[in-house]
């Protein structure tokens, strides 16, 4: 196994600290300009939201996907897959600008890929056949990768361990907001002028986002910590990542947790809207109860980490997903309870996805601060891949309760047996923090 064992209690984040193999603190190296940059509520903020974006994307034009196939004279499942295009481009998006960040800095790769959001926004506003327009949401995704990427490899630039998972769940909580109000936007803007309106409300926040990233955003990657180098050196750094079997298995975890948590955001409008007989406003009422689930879970998280090794966090909730996502495949197999009873089993299982994803992301890239970009983008790429290839499949299922909740178990349980063969999660404690230092 390559890559440094690591402590995933706290590390300080003192200046001129980077943290070593058993979790020890050593001047210099990857974290030397910490102490320069202790992002405020702003600036955590403005985090969020270049997270979020892909997020944004997808949730304001949720809604809208049963029009835009009646619009398009096409089917469900090629709705869908317009869905999948932008996560299958945030995925090969996100291995390109992790590199380019490592080697330019944080700041021009986002402000390039964000610009490139808003082309692609007004291009997809005016997209005339399904084709097209999935085409141009694979390169909608591709460019707001770039917003992702950044965001969490400033994080990474900076803290490690128990600080970096609750800042990372600070940036969950502001992600889990969007399904709050971004659908009920979406179904509005929708409502009023139609699905094209709402890539162009895409490009406005686009604009906005991009002047705040340019006012505000500081450099976190100074020049004298840069890779230099081209395709070689990217190669090697993603080979490096791709060695450690520990490394991979923490990457993989978010992802699968997406994968339950698309599931259902791509399959609920027809389990929802069209087996239930949900209008578009009680549909996005829903939505916005699991978001609120999705933020709750972001804030325990946050105020769990210091307590709770990040590790065990990320034991328990992966057993109790599993364990709840089997009651919901009941619920929708034989109906029983009804949706008052399948409502009450999704919003639990989809509250456990941040306790999952902000933690194995965290200890992922703990490993591997001095390539916090290239392993951002392949935790991201991870999660986007996979969460790109489960999108269509409640649809080629099916496309009702059934085939939803059968998605959402299987990568529940697959996430489990990463987590059990991948990661020393359930290794005795002895055997485990001599991987990964005092975790549990």
């Given at each position: 196994?390559?890559?440094?064992?690591?402590?995933?209690?706290?590390?300080?984040?003192?200046?001129?600290?980077?943290?070593?193999?058993?979790?020890?603190v050593?001047?210099?190296?990857?974290?030397?300009?910490?102490?320069?940059?202790r992002?405020?509520?702003?600036?955590?903020?403005?985090?969020?939201?270049?997270?979020?974006?892909?997020?944004?994307?997808?949730?304001?034009?949720?809604?809208?996907?049963?029009?835009?196939?009646?619009?398009?004279?096409?089917?469900?499942?090629?709705?869908?897959?317009?869905?999948?295009?932008?996560?299958?481009g945030?995925?090969?998006g996100?291995?390109v600008?992790?590199?380019?960040?490592?080697?330019?800095?944080?700041?021009?790769?986002?402000l390039?890929?964000?610009?490139?959001?808003?082309?692609?926004?007004?291009?997809?506003?005016?997209?005339?056949?399904?084709?097209?327009?999935?085409g141009l949401?694979?390169?909608?995704?591709?460019?707001?990768?770039?917003?992702?990427?950044?965001?969490?490899?400033?994080?990474?630039?900076?803290?490690?361990?128990?600080?970096?998972?609750?800042l990372?769940?600070?940036?969950?909580?502001?992600?889990?907001?969007s399904?709050?109000?971004?659908?009920s936007?979406?179904?509005?803007?929708?409502?009023?002028?139609?699905w094209?309106?709402?890539?162009w409300?895409?490009?406005?926040?686009?604009?906005a986002?991009?002047?705040?990233?340019?006012?505000t955003?500081?450099?976190?990657?100074?020049?004298?910590?840069?890779?230099?180098?081209?395709?070689?050196?990217?190669?090697?750094?993603?080979?490096?990542l791709?060695?450690?079997?520990?490394?991979?298995?923490?990457?993989?975890?978010?992802?699968?947790?997406?994968a339950?948590?698309?599931?259902?955001?791509?399959?609920?409008?027809?389990?929802?809207?069209?087996g239930?007989g949900?209008?578009?406003?009680q549909?996005?009422?829903i939505?916005a109860v699991n978001?609120?689930?999705l933020?709750?879970s972001?804030?325990?998280n946050?105020?769990?980490?210091?307590?709770?090794?990040?590790?065990?966090?990320?034991?328990?909730?992966?057993v109790?997903?599993?364990?709840l996502?089997?009651?919901?495949?009941?619920?929708?197999?034989?109906?029983?309870?009804?949706?008052?009873?399948?409502?009450?089993?999704?919003?639990?299982?989809?509250?456990?996805?941040?306790?999952?994803?902000?933690?194995?992301?965290?200890?992922?890239?703990?490993?591997?601060?001095?390539?916090?970009?290239?392993?951002?983008?392949?935790?991201?790429?991870?999660?986007?891949?996979?969460?790109?290839?489960?999108?269509?499949?409640?649809?080629l299922?099916g496309?009702d309760?059934r085939?939803?909740?059968?998605?959402?178990v299987?990568?529940?349980?697959?996430?489990l047996v990463?987590?059990?063969?991948?990661?020393?999660?359930f290794?005795?404690?002895?055997?485990?923090?001599?991987?990964?230092?005092?975790?549990?």
């Open positions: 196994m390559s890559g440094p064992a690591f402590d995933d209690t706290s590390a300080p984040a003192g200046a001129g600290t980077v943290a070593r193999p058993g979790g020890s050593q001047p210099g190296g990857a974290a030397s300009e910490v102490g320069r940059y992002p405020d509520a702003r600036h955590i903020l403005l985090l969020g939201f270049m997270a979020a974006l892909p997020a944004f994307s997808t949730d304001m034009y949720l809604p809208s996907l049963p029009d835009v196939a009646r619009d398009l004279h096409t089917s469900a499942t090629a709705a869908q897959l317009t869905m999948t295009a932008m996560m299958i945030g995925a090969v996100q291995l600008i992790g590199p380019v960040s490592d080697r330019f800095g944080r700041r021009r790769p986002v390039v890929g964000v610009a490139l959001h808003v082309v692609m926004s007004v291009l997809c506003a005016v997209a005339p056949w399904i084709g097209l327009l999935v949401r694979a390169g909608q995704g591709f460019f707001n990768a770039s917003a992702t990427v950044v965001a969490t490899a400033v994080i990474r630039d900076r803290f490690v361990g128990a600080d970096a998972a609750k990372m769940s600070r940036l969950m909580l502001v992600i889990g907001v399904p709050l109000f971004a659908p936007i979406g179904g509005l803007i929708a409502g009023v002028w139609g094209r309106a709402v890539f409300a895409l490009a406005l926040f686009g604009i986002l991009w002047v705040v990233v340019l006012r955003l500081p450099e976190t990657l100074p020049e004298q910590r840069r890779r230099v180098g081209g395709l070689r050196v990217a190669g090697a750094g993603y080979l490096a791709l060695r450690d079997r520990h490394f991979v298995g923490l990457a993989l975890l978010p992802g699968l947790s997406f339950v948590l698309m599931s259902y955001v791509v399959g609920s409008p027809f389990v929802l809207r069209d239930y949900l209008s578009e406003n549909f996005a009422l939505f978001g609120i689930g933020v709750a972001a804030q325990v946050a105020a769990l980490v210091h307590r709770i090794a990040p590790l065990r966090i990320v034991r328990t909730a992966q109790l997903m599993v364990g996502s089997a009651v919901l495949v009941v619920l929708g197999v034989t109906g029983a309870g009804g949706l008052p009873a399948l409502l009450v089993a999704l919003f639990c299982t989809v509250s456990m996805v941040n306790l999952i994803g902000a933690n194995a992301n965290a200890l992922a890239l703990t490993r591997h601060g001095e390539v916090a970009g290239t392993a951002a983008a392949v935790s991201g790429f991870l999660q986007a891949l996979i969460g790109g290839a489960v999108t269509p499949l409640s649809g299922l496309g309760a085939a939803m909740t059968g998605v959402m299987t990568a529940a349980v697959l996430g990463v987590l059990a063969t991948a990661t020393p999660a290794r005795r404690t002895r055997e485990r923090d001599a991987v990964l230092g005092p975790v549990a």
